[in-house]
């Protein structure tokens, strides 16, 4: 159902979504569009903000809490003007889906109707079993199956085939990376490039040109054209991650371009039109930014369509041994080793730690351990190499009290001697450049030579 007190717009929209196999019924004042609720199975209301020639919004407003009141789970997109983008976000805070700027781009529009139909009919559902959702998705790379992960995979399964806009959050090191290339590569741009972006990277001076490119001679350094990360994404999914970290300046920024799918290559005069999904990531308090005023509550709510809150690993206690024996297997590979096992004994223990860091200090201190053990088995003292008495005063785990530099040390020196000097590969096992190798290695005067 169309609400819109201007007819042009009405007919408008009446055309083009029944060009795209829509069933299409209008409404011009709140009151009959209330009527027409009551009488008719909608799926979707497309409504305006303003009604008799107000601008204050109260009307569209009221509107959306009645259809919130009488239908919850029915989906309202609001249309507004550029200028009013605060009057939409008071209507999601009331309950609308997702909002369009007027004047709209017909095919940004018909995605996003989509999106919110598809999201609609998907309802919420029981998380499913592990082997279910296995067999219906290709979640292979996330490791576990307790309850808490297996409703974040519930999630995905049900959102993943929408081109909804996804907000994952979580505290470092939970594996929010793993599940955007899960959203992806369920999503039907899998065949499309997945572009990931850390925001946190990213200065001020140069988002514009790293997000949306450049054209030859905009300034100084710009010899040649360059496309940017919206670019390099159209047609598949932009992975947005530290969030948190972006600027007020960027953010404005960020907002409009999400907005219409649309923008301006740095030195250019025309707008470039981009099909991108958008899936972002942070481990701030978001709500508490906006509270702050430090991030746009507008670009809050265009990026929390669908929120995704990652559990910590304290939260996934059963799952420890299974993402414990995985990247036993997965780091064995890596670097040529004989694969190791782990007794029952160390597996318990690594499930009685706290795990702050969550998968990634679990995955680092396997990794170290593996490395450095050399053994067929690892054990309980290979994890806990002081005392019992003292991990117990200490309250928890103390990882030898071996410092990253020192740790970076051990595993590029293991490096060296597992694959008889090659720089090449070594590099290669270690996810560096050979010439980041070397700085590594002059950095904790490792010498070469010891080791071809």
């Known amino acids: 159902m169309i609400v819109d007190d201007d007819r042009s717009v009405t007919a408008s929209l009446s055309l083009l979504l029944k060009q795209n196999k829509f069933k299409v019924i209008q409404a011009h004042d709140p009151v009959a569009a209330m009527v027409a609720i009551e009488q008719n199975e909608v799926d979707l209301v497309l409504q305006d903000m303003n009604f008799s020639r107000s601008t204050t919004g109260e009307e569209g407003l009221a509107l959306v809490q009645s259809i919130r009141e009488h239908s919850p789970t029915l989906a309202v997109i609001l249309m507004t003007a550029w200028g ?111 572009v990931k972006v850390n925001l946190g990277g990213i200065t001020p001076s140069l988002f514009e040109s790293e997000m949306f490119g450049h054209v030859k001679g905009a300034f100084t350094d710009a010899r040649q054209d360059r496309l940017g990360r919206f670019s390099t994404a159209d047609g598949g999914t932009l992975f947005l991650d530290e969030l948190g970290e972006l600027d007020k300046s960027s953010q404005a920024k960020m907002l409009r371009v999400l907005q219409d799918q649309t923008f301006q290559m740095v030195g250019a005069s025309q707008n470039t039109s981009v099909n991108v999904r958008i899936v972002s990531a942070t481990n701030k308090d978001l709500e508490a930014m906006v509270a702050q005023e430090s991030f746009r509550e507008d670009l809050f709510y265009r990026l ?30 890596l670097y040529g080793l004989p694969n190791a096992s782990i007794s029952a004994v160390a597996l318990n223990w690594l499930k009685q730690q706290k795990w ?4 990634r200090q679990l995955c680092q201190t396997i990794e170290r351990v593996l490395l450095m053990s050399g053994k067929a088995q690892l054990d309980y003292q290979d994890f806990a190499p002081n005392s019992e008495k003292e991990e117990q005063a200490a309250g928890g785990f103390d990882p030898g009290k071996t410092t990253l530099d020192e740790m970076e040390k051990m595993m590029i020196e293991k490096s060296l001697q597992n694959f008889g000097g090659n720089i090449s590969k070594v590099a290669e096992a270690l996810g560096l450049s050979r010439a980041a190798l070397y700085r590594r290695m002059e950095k904790h005067d490792i010498n070469y030579d010891a080791h071809s």
Not at 356 to 359: D, E, K, L, Q, T
């Open 84 to 194: 009013s983008i605060s009057l939409a976000v008071e209507g999601m805070r009331r309950g609308a889906h997702d909002f369009i700027a007027k004047p709209w781009d017909n095919d940004h529009l018909v995605r996003t109707v989509n999106t919110a139909i598809g999201l609609s009919s998907n309802g919420e559902q029981p998380p499913l079993t592990r082997k279910a959702l296995d067999q219906a998705y290709d979640f292979q790379a996330i490791i576990g199956e307790s309850p808490a992960l297996l409703s974040v995979l519930s999630t995905i399964g049900r959102v993943c085939k929408t081109d909804a806009s996804v907000l994952i959050l979580g505290e470092s090191g939970t594996g929010k990376e793993l599940i955007a290339d899960a959203i992806h590569y369920n999503s039907r741009r899998k065949h499309e490039s997945l």
């Open 304 to 333: 929390n369509l669908i929120t995704i809150e990652l559990p910590p690993l304290r939260k996934r206690v059963n799952d420890i041994p299974l993402l414990a024996q995985h990247h036993i297997q997965k780091i064995s590979k």
């Open 356 to 359: 702050p860091g969550n998968i």
